[in-house]
């Protein structure tokens, strides 16, 4: 049996025969500790007005729908504030996830293949993975230009499948988000909830998943178990 251990110290150890063959990750919250990015997004387009716990709630959704919902009639300008500033201060506020390039090169040395599935849009995806010099781990993404209905939905899941020409049951989704958890289930998939982004420990337990991990060593041992 070949060891493939990463670096020593990183807390993530790859197992010979992981529980899933494919592990699709959201990214917000999830890959990218990008919440402060996002609020400071918000706070740039919207002002002070919305609280902090609704804001919270939002970050998942689709810009464009949101925007629509939240300022009919001036989402366009709305958005365009929201992505410049996005993009002005997307490498001064997005910050790495401790653990998790590791626990990608690990899942690719188990032989996992590894997509992304986000309801942002695709150049921003791939702006974070550059920026935390992950591009190279992923095998697929799937974006919210790519499926006209986005999670809880599992359209998008769904379409990262079949680019990966898998059945659902092989995949399982990771994601930060009660919506990621209800996407993947709708979808027929596995579902891992964590805790370090958006979401809470209890609403994600409410949504049913397969797991639920604190931390990127307790997300390895459910992904690659000993």
């Not at 365009?80 to 500033?85: N, W």
């Amino acid at each position: 049996m070949s060891d493939d251990r990463v670096t020593p110290g990183d807390g993530v150890t790859a197992a010979a025969a992981p529980r899933w063959p494919v592990v699709l990750f959201d990214f917000d919250g999830t890959l990218a500790d990008s919440v402060d990015l996002i609020m400071a997004s918000f706070r740039a387009a919207l002002g002070e007005s919305v609280p902090q716990a609704e804001l919270l709630s939002w970050i998942g959704r689709p810009l464009r729908l949101l925007m629509e919902e939240v300022r009919p009639g001036e989402s366009e300008a709305t958005m365009a504030t929201y992505r410049d500033f996005y993009r002005k201060h997307h490498d001064e506020l997005i910050r790495p996830v401790p653990g998790v390039p590791e626990l990608l090169r690990a899942l690719a040395g188990a032989g996992v293949r590894i997509g992304v599935v986000s309801s942002k849009r695709a150049d921003f995806i791939e702006l974070g993975l550059a920026a935390l010099d992950m591009m190279g781990s992923v095998d697929i993404l799937a974006s919210q230009d790519d499926t006209p209905l986005h999670k809880p939905h599992p359209d998008p899941l769904l379409l990262a499948a079949r680019r990966l020409a898998v059945e659902p049951a092989e995949c399982v989704y990771v994601g930060d988000a009660v919506v990621d958890i209800q996407a993947g289930r709708a979808a027929g998939m596995g579902t891992v909830g964590v805790t370090w982004g958006a979401g809470t420990r209890t609403a994600l337990l409410a949504a049913g998943p397969s797991a639920v991990a604190d931390d990127v060593p307790e997300l390895a041992s459910v992904l690659l178990p000993a």
